[in-house]
């Protein structure tokens, strides 16, 4: 499994963060950061409410 953030779509919302703190978080650019690949229910649920669809789950 991987879970990846476009970068360039990313806006920083912080709605990813919010939702799965244990897998992202806000990074020092402001925006979106994977920091734990383990929770794949919760990441899909965070790309399912990414409002610039920034999150992949493969």
Do not use: W, Y
Request: glycine fraction near 6%.
């Amino acid at each position: 499994m991987a879970i990846k953030i476009i970068k360039e779509k990313c806006i920083g919302c912080g709605r990813c963060a919010e939702l799965c703190p244990e897998t992202f978080r806000l990074g020092e650019d402001g925006k979106s950061m994977v920091i734990n690949e383990q929770n794949r229910d919760c990441a899909e649920r965070a790309a399912d409410h990414c409002p610039v669809e920034a999150i992949v789950v493969e």
